[in-house]
Every structure is written in structure tokens, then in C-alpha cells.
């Protein structure tokens, strides 16, 4: 059983950054796909960014360039620096991680944190 805790949300400007974490309740070391998904009111939760066991990164064409998903094994968190934020990146914005493989599929995740909500305004 993992458990994931996320904290680091809030609300910011537009141009503003705010970083996510995601406290994991396992080590980060082995086969853990770990991501990061939001979902706004209305819409469809969606793939924000991965970080797969082999430590290769996915991104929404939507953040690529703005967000950088990172973890540190030995604090067993992960982390979504979030730069240059946009209205449109307000979201409920949620960990997951998947000791099976992991994909870019909100069903490819076993396990779900919480939440943080993010909120940009213009």
C-alpha cells in the first residue's frame, strides 16, 4: 500500500511559480512510475507529468518548458516546480504513483493523493 500526501498549493498571479511536493509512504528507489495529473471543474483529469523508474520524463505539451517534475529518493517525495503559471493551469492538482509500470493514463495509477488545489489568476 502507498500512501501519498500532496502539499505546496495555492494561489498565484498569472506569471507567478509555485512548487507541489508528494510525500510517499515508500521508497522511491525501485520499480515506482510516479506523475503528476490535475483536473479542472469539467474536465477530465489529464497527465501534467511523469517520471517513469528509469527516471525518463513525460510532459503535457500544455507545461513542457514551464513545469519540471523531479524526486529526491532519500526525502521519498516528489516534486512539480511550476513556473510562468497561466490561468488555465488552475486545476486540482494530484500525485500518483504506480508500482507496476505506471503509463500516462490516469488508470495506469494504483494509488492517488489527496489533491492540492492550484488557482491562477489573471
Known amino acids: 500500500q502507498v500512501q501519498l500526501r500532496e502539499t505546496g498549493g495555492g494561489s498565484v498571479e498569472s506569471g507567478g511559480s509555485l512548487t507541489l511536493s508528494c510525500a510517499a509512504s515508500v521508497s522511491l528507489d525501485n520499480d515506482v512510475c510516479m506523475g503528476w495529473f490535475r483536473q479542472a471543474p469539467g474536465k477530465e483529469r489529464e497527465a501534467v507529468a511523469i517520471?517513469?523508474?528509469?527516471?525518463?520524463?513525460t510532459y503535457a505539451y500544455s507545461v513542457k518548458g514551464r513545469f519540471t517534475i523531479s524526486q529526491d529518493n532519500a526525502q521519498k517525495t516528489l516534486y512539480l516546480q511550476m513556473n510562468s503559471l497561466k490561468p488555465e493551469d488552475t486545476a486540482m492538482y494530484y500525485c500518483a504513483a504506480d508500482e507496476l509500470g505506471g503509463g500516462v493514463s490516469p488508470g495506469d495509477f494504483g494509488y492517488w493523493g489527496q489533491g492540492t488545489q492550484v488557482t491562477v489568476s489573471s
Open positions: 517520471i517513469d523508474s528509469s527516471r525518463r520524463t
